[in-house]
């Protein structure tokens, strides 16, 4: 009775070996083939799970999301003859899993072939293009190109290349280096231009201003003349007027005018006779002379 129990939990272990050996599961993000001794079965591509022979099948996975292929920036002349640095990447998809098994075996070697494609096949739409192409004009065409050229070997590997991009593509560290030196030199050279030119256009402002202001001076320097002459005149025509209408008033107001000017305050020293006809208001308001005073300047 024991024998008979212990066969039975044998043959159920065995039993349960086989199914845990016989089964196996695909992930939503997984596609599998299904290999005995080497040679292809069947592929498995919907998730759930599946089965095979225990020990004589083997199942090989792949992944069934977007992969990458990154590649070393990579110097590349362009049809103009200068060089560009260009650092570029590729995003693909496993289609066929049996061509993919066959031709790459894995997604290691499939970055290193793809990358080999990719690169080439960079360097020659580059290498057909100006750098104004590559750098800001047509980018996206070119790696449209790209894309198109390196799907046309991709497809014998089982992928399909997603995207082709270009992340950078600038002159070498040396060329560049040199190109920003020509640069600053020609800015320089052109603000040198610009300070030159504005100077020049200083100078012919300032020599116009100058030129109106002279102008402007000798105008009122003009004007100030005629209506200094006019004032001269109006105020001798009034000084004439006032000494046709009483010439004893006009002039005793010229005489206290020169007795304000000869004797200012502080020094009134003055050499002259007390009898000389600038004193005359002095020994009389009215101005005439006393008649002794007459008779004594009268000639002997």
Known sequence: MRTFIAG?????????????????????????????????????QTPGLKWKLPVVQQVVFFDKRILDIDTEPQTVTVAD????????????????????????NDEANARQQLGVVLDSSLRLVLGSSTIEAVVRDDRSKLMDEIQRRVNDVAGDYGVDIVDVR??????????GDSVYERMKTERHQEAARFRAEGEEQLRRIKAEADRHVTIIRANAMRDAELLRGEGDAERNRIFAEAYGKDADFFAFYRSMQAYEQ?????????????DSEFFRYFNNADGTRPKGAAAAQAPQ
Do not use: C, W
Request: glycine share 6%.
């Open 262 to 274: 000869g004797l200012k305050s502080g020094d009134t020293r003055m050499v002259i006779s007390p």
């Open 166 to 175: 270009i992340m950078r593509a600038d002159l070498p560290q040396k060329i």
């Open 81 to 104: 003859k200068k060089q560009l640095v260009v650092d570029s990447f590729a995003r693909y998809r496993i289609t066929d899993p049996l061509k993919f098994y066959q031709r790459l």
């Open 8 to 44: 039975i939990f044998v043959l159920f272990g065995l039993g349960a070996a086989v199914l845990y050996f016989s089964a196996f599961i695909v992930h939503q993000n997984e596609q599998a083939l299904v290999m005995q001794f080497g040679e292809f079965v069947r592929k498995e």
